[in-house]
C-alpha cells in the first residue's frame, strides 16, 4: 500500500501563486508516473499534469507555460508549481502516483485525498 499526503492548497487572488506537493509513504516501489489532477464543482477530473519516472513531462494546454511540475524520487514526492492563476483554475485537486504491480504486471493507480484551491478576488 502506498499513502499520499498532499499540502499547499488555498485561496489566492488572480494572478497570485500556489505550490501543491505530495509526499508518498508504505511500499515505495516501482513506482512510475506521477501526476495532478483537478476536478471543479460540476465537472469530471481532468490531468493537469504528469511527469515520468525519467523526468518527462505532460501539460493540459489550459495550464502549459502557467504550471510546473516537478519530482524528488529521493524523496517519493511530486510537485505542481501554479503561477499566474485563474478565477477557473479552482477546483480540488488530486495527487496521483502509479506503481508498477508484478504478479498482475499492470499499473495501480493511487490517489491522494485532494486539496482545495481557489483562486478569487
Do not use: H
Not at 465537472?43 to 518527462?56: D, H
Request: hydrophobic content about 30%.
Amino acid at each position: 500500500q502506498v499513502q499520499l499526503v498532499e499540502s499547499g492548497g488555498g485561496l489566492v487572488q488572480p494572478g497570485g501563486s500556489l505550490r501543491l506537493s505530495c509526499a508518498a509513504s508504505g511500499s515505495i516501489f516501482s513506482i512510475g508516473p506521477m501526476g495532478w489532477y483537478r476536478q471543479a464543482p460540476g465537472k469530471q477530473r481532468e490531468l493537469v499534469a504528469t511527469i515520468g519516472s525519467g523526468g518527462s513531462t505532460n501539460y493540459a494546454d489550459s495550464v502549459k507555460c502557467r504550471f510546473t511540475i516537478s519530482r524528488d524520487n529521493a524523496k517519493n514526492t511530486v510537485y505542481l508549481q501554479m503561477n499566474s492563476l485563474k478565477p477557473e483554475d479552482t477546483a480540488v485537486y488530486y495527487c496521483n502516483v502509479r506503481q508498477w504491480i508484478p504478479g498482475i504486471k499492470s499499473w495501480y493507480d493511487y490517489w491522494g485525498q485532494g486539496t482545495q484551491v481557489t483562486v478569487s478576488s
